[in-house]
């Protein structure tokens, strides 16, 4: 399936949900926002669960100002607009309230992402944005100029997060990667001190020997579509156990003894699809797939 398809409406509800039954906000918490191409701004509402979120409770904010739905926007949505405002290149915003990363705001720190090469590469330098009252001008302000300043991710002190990108599914990433990182890093200090990556073994990362020569499949056994479909299903369950999140984990599995089967790269793991699969066969990758 192709996310970006989507209408607005539906896409901010499967991510609403995703949020949600992650434990990373609460029924009354966060709000996301997607800008279109005409630049209207749907939002989630202001005062509605958010574990019983549908389409029809979506709002828009015309380009001119005109409000279409049934509920209030969210009383956030002056710092959305105040993002997009000063960053033309983000067209999603994800807010949340994930206890870890509110737990490091109210510390006054923010998570460390060189924990990890992949977190790094996702999330970017992380911003800290000072306190203002939830949904009044200020904090838009505070919020929107410290994304100014070329942070994709902000830690919202005393508060929760906003995440900025492209698309929602840029931005979701932003937003789970750097909850893992930052649930990762307390447990890490209950256990001796938090040791990062050089920035060499970080640039490591961007080095992998994955853009193999390509190959056009002519077939499909019946045992790579079984072994295809155990792959997608294995994935998601371990994103449902919190094993996995969507930009970190790989499954492979063997299917014969000069071929194999392989997550993909760039690919949210919780939404695979067994076309999205990469078959790997005596060293080259199938065509238009990069292999994890």
């Given amino acids: 399936m192709n996310f970006q398809l989507l209408h607005p409406r539906d896409q901010l509800v499967a991510i609403m949900n995703r949020i949600y039954h992650n434990g990373m906000t609460t029924l009354s918490g966060g709000n996301l926002s997607i800008k279109d191409d005409n630049g209207d701004i749907w939002i989630t509402p202001s005062g509605i669960d958010k574990g019983k979120l549908t389409p029809k409770d979506i709002m828009c904010v015309k380009a001119d100002g005109t409000v279409e739905g049934p509920h209030k926007p969210s009383s956030e949505f002056p710092f959305h607009r105040a993002i997009y405002k000063l960053r033309p290149d983000m067209n999603a915003i994800v807010h949340a309230h994930p206890p870890a990363l509110v737990s490091f705001s109210i510390v006054r720190e923010v998570p460390d992402t060189r924990i990890i090469p992949q977190a790094n590469r996702v999330c970017g330098p992380v911003g800290y944005a000072p306190y203002a009252l939830p949904g009044s001008e200020a904090l838009g302000e505070n919020i929107a100029a410290t994304f100014a300043e070329g942070y994709n991710i902000v830690i919202l002190e005393n508060h929760g997060m906003a995440a900025g990108g492209a698309n929602l599914l840029d931005a979701f990433h932003r937003l789970e990667t750097l909850d893992f990182c930052a649930r990762t890093l307390i447990r890490a200090r209950a256990l001796g001190t938090v040791n990062t990556l050089s920035e060499p073994a970080l640039n490591l990362f961007d080095h992998r020997h994955n853009l193999l020569p390509e190959f056009v499949p002519t077939t499909h056994s019946s045992r790579e579509r079984e072994l295809r479909q155990q792959i997608v299903d294995i994935a998601a369950r371990a994103c449902n156990r919190h094993l996995m999140i969507s930009t970190e984990g790989v499954v492979s599995a063997r299917l ?24 790997v066969r005596h060293g080259v990758r199938e065509a238009g797939k990069l292999p994890s």
């Fill in 256 to 279: 014969d003894e000069a071929s194999f089967l392989i997550t993909p790269t760039g690919h949210d793991r919780h939404t695979l699809a067994v076309e999205d699969v990469v078959l």
